[in-house]
């Protein structure tokens, strides 16, 4: 059973297969393995681990089970998996084709991990503490309850996310989260917040131009559009005031000319080093020589 493919035709999915027994090796329980095929050949990508118990009535049963949900353009891959950790119950997993991990639950026994984007954020579906089935976000190795970011609750509450998208849109049961991020756009007032300097101030950006409205931030303007356009220099920039002096406007990335983002660009800001420590007043913004029609989104800052 095939379940989702990539940009560069990697398919993943699960297929039926059989696994030895531990008391009596001779026995072959079936059971279902996530694969990865690339290159016409399909691959085998294992389990968690195994499971066996014995029963006095049918004698030993072993779970060894798992199922590839998604991969993304990098080939990771996520899904759910027996896991021995958890007791033989069902849990989330994400592999590069080489090893797994297990991703964890929001306190209950079971997880299910079902969409991937190419930032390596994955959505699915937990139990909670209270054996609820809950929607997770796990972003940068942490799984969060996504119940508990959304600022309008709604009713019923989700129970699982499916999917998300290069932007960070996730489809559930019977919604789209659309993610609140920071913006900056051109003529338009800085970014500003206090922070307590680092070496470099670290975050990821991505423009959406020609359409206000974040769900259709997927689209692309036309190549008309783009022609029709005078364009003087996009720039990203960044200032950075102490309690010791002001600083100076400096150049943090170069915007291209025409087009939505498809993936989200980084940004590495070296900063002064005798404010390391010191809490600062930091400013972004887009100035442009055109009157362009662009929002440029922020997310992950990060002092390093």
């Known amino acids: 059973m095939a379940l989702s493919i990539n940009e560069v035709g990697q398919?993943?999915?699960?297929?039926r297969t059989f696994t030895e027994g531990v008391a009596n090796p001779a026995v072959l329980h079936t059971v279902e393995h996530a694969f990865l095929y690339e290159n016409a050949e399909m691959r085998d990508l294992g389990t968690l681990g195994k499971v066996c118990r014995d029963n006095p009535e049918i004698g030993e049963r072993c779970s060894d089970d798992s199922t590839a949900t998604d991969i993304n353009?990098?080939?990771?891959?996520?899904?759910?998996s027996t896991s021995p950790t958890a007791e033989g119950q069902t849990h989330a997993f994400a592999t590069d084709?080489?090893?797994a991990s297990d991703l964890g639950a929001l306190g209950g026994s079971g997880s299910w991990a079902y969409g991937v984007n190419d930032s390596g954020q994955v959505v699915g579906s937990s139990l909670n503490a209270e054996e609820q089935y809950t929607p997770f976000l796990i972003d940068r190795g942490v799984m969060y309850?996504?119940?508990?970011?959304?600022r309008e609750p709604m009713a019923p509450p989700p129970f699982a996310a499916y999917a998300i998208n290069n932007f960070g849109q996730i489809a559930g049961n019977h919604h789209l989260l659309i993610p609140d991020y920071d913006s900056i756009a051109p003529g338009k007032p800085p970014l500003t917040f206090s922070a307590t300097l680092g070496t470099s101030l670290?975050?990821?950006y991505w423009i959406a131009r020609d359409y206000a409205d974040p769900e259709s931030l997927v689209q692309v303007p036309s190549s008309a559009w783009c022609s029709d356009r005078p364009h003087k220099g996009l720039r990203m920039q960044v200032r950075i005031d102490t309690t010791?002096?002001?600083?100076?406007?400096?150049?943090?990335?170069?915007l291209p000319r025409c087009g939505s983002s498809t993936d989200w660009g980084t940004v590495s800001v070296s900063l002064p080093p005798d404010a390391v420590n010191t809490v600062g007043r930091v400013r972004i913004r887009v100035r442009s020589g055109a009157d362009d029609d662009m929002v440029v989104y922020l997310r992950h800052f990060s002092m390093n």
């Open 73 to 80: 353009n990098h080939g990771l891959i996520v899904g759910f």
């Open 244 to 254: 010791l002096k002001l600083g100076e406007w400096s150049p943090a990335a170069v």
């Open 11 to 15: 398919i993943v999915g699960a297929s």
């Open 202 to 204: 670290d975050f990821e």
């Open 145 to 150: 309850d996504l119940n508990m970011l959304i």
């Open 97 to 99: 084709g080489q090893s």
